[in-house]
């Protein structure tokens, strides 16, 4: 058995323990919103948070998050509450056919997590998630969004309105 925290939730996975994470995620907590690709830890559809950093979950034996916590992108959001940038991502039509989405999305809420007023070539640099139908333009952009609501809500707690 493979204890840890997953979206929130104390799990245990009855699993190998060189199970790579995508698999027990997927086949044993059924959580099917992070995607397999290339299986060898390049394109990103399958990032995941593990501790609050973005991993590459096809990379990962799930004995490896054992006592740790896992985010996926069934639990980015908060409740009914999309996380800001799942909501930039509407509000920008970013996704064409979609797939690699979940894994860009985790990998980049990541990145503003450690880095909240981000550059577009900071998140060049820092995201190597591959999208085929290359959104990327509209990805930058909706980051921007988020990045810009971020500032106008410090300048309004610091009453620079």
């Given at each position: 058995m493979i204890d840890f925290t997953l979206n929130g939730e104390a799990v245990s996975l009855d699993v190998p323990p060189e199970m790579p994470l995508l698999w027990a995620l997927r086949e044993s907590a059924g959580l099917t919103g992070t995607k397999f690709s290339c299986g060898i830890g390049n394109c990103g559809a399958c990032t995941v948070h593990l501790d609050g950093a973005a991993v590459r979950s096809c990379s990962v034996p799930v004995a490896n998050v054992a006592g740790r916590a896992?985010?996926?992108?069934?639990?980015?959001?908060?409740?009914?509450?999309?996380?800001?940038l799942q909501q930039a991502w509407i509000d920008h039509q970013v996704p064409q056919c979609g797939y690699c989405q979940p894994g860009m999305l985790m990998a980049i809420s990541a990145l503003l997590e450690r880095r909240p007023d981000v550059t577009d070539e900071q998140v060049t640099e820092s995201i190597t998630n591959i999208c085929r139908c290359g959104t990327y333009e509209r990805i930058r952009s909706a980051v921007q969004s988020v990045v810009q609501k971020t500032d106008e809500d410090l300048d309004e707690e610091n009453g620079n309105v």
């Open positions: 896992v985010i996926t992108i069934e639990g980015l959001a908060d409740g009914e509450a999309l996380h800001p």
